[in-house]
């Protein structure tokens, strides 16, 4: 698994914004002439990381206090699994308490451990 450094976060177009029925556009993630429809926020830190099948996207909020990870399938563009930690509580106890110390490929490591 490696660090992506060559993507777009776009908003999505407004026909697809109205087809879905939201009041705000979603964000996309443009990588390697592919779209993925994220769920995270535009306040959101994001760090994506990609394997030969998968492209991991790992958000954090420190503002709103919470951490997730999508994980997608390269090929079909969907989501695979995803993980929603809410509260530092559920992060620390999921992460550990070093969890503002940790690299972003450690918290990937450790959140795709409770994946299905």
């Known amino acids: 698994m ?5 993507y777009k ?3 999505e177009e407004i026909s ?4 879905a029925g939201r009041y705000n556009p979603a964000l996309v993630l ?3 002439n592919r779209r993925y429809e994220l769920e ?4 959101d830190k994001l760090t994506i990381f990609g394997s030969k099948d998968t492209v991991y996207v790992l958000g954090i909020n420190g503002r709103l206090g ?6 997608f399938d390269k090929e079909e563009q969907g989501v695979i699994d995803s993980i929603f930690l809410q509260s530092e509580e559920d992060i620390r106890g999921t992460l550990g308490r070093n969890f503002g110390k940790m690299r972003e490929l450690t918290i990937i490591k450790r959140l795709t451990e409770f994946l299905s």
């Open 2 to 6: 490696r660090r992506v450094k060559k």
């Open 9 to 11: 976060i776009l908003k």
């Open 16 to 19: 697809e914004q109205v087809a």
């Open 30 to 32: 443009d990588y390697q």
């Open 40 to 43: 995270n926020g535009y306040s």
């Open 66 to 71: 919470y951490v997730s990870l999508t994980v």
